[in-house]
């Protein structure tokens, strides 16, 4: 059984950089055709998504925080993690890992999450 859990710090000062590791258990990181992401929700709104790792390593940010937004992985470790540079309060939420696989159908194409982690408390405060 795949089990997601997302580990790190959870206080970061403003101008600082976030990061947080998911690992991954049960199965491989690097299995076909999974898609890694990242996923917070801030205080009293809605699910935002940051971003994915694909099963073949390669990355996609929301347009929104992709200046911001480093995704990377270690597969020995079966681990991917979350970089957000330049922390502001705006960026406080809960951030959870999950699993995502591409469904096509036709010309539109979708993804179905699966697996989520419990996700973890970040807060940014000086």
């Known amino acids: 059984q795949v089990q997601l859990q997302e580990s790190g710090p959870g206080l970061v000062k403003p101008s600082q950089t976030l990061s947080l590791t998911c690992t991954v258990s049960?199965?491989?990181?690097?299995?076909?055709?999974?898609?890694w992401n990242w996923i917070r929700q801030p205080p009293g709104k809605g699910l935002e998504w940051i971003g994915y790792?694909?099963?073949?390593?390669?990355?996609y940010y929301s347009p929104s925080l992709k200046s911001r937004t480093t995704i990377s992985r270690d597969t020995s470790k079966n681990q991917f993690t979350l970089q957000l540079s330049s922390v502001t309060p705006e960026d406080t939420a809960v951030y959870y890992c999950a699993r995502a696989s591409r469904i096509k159908d036709g010309v539109v194409i979708w993804y179905e999450y699966d697996l989520w982690g419990q996700g973890t408390q970040v807060t940014v405060s000086s």
């Open positions: 790792i694909a099963y073949s390593g390669s990355t």
């Open positions: 049960g199965g491989s990181i690097t299995s076909n055709y999974y898609y």
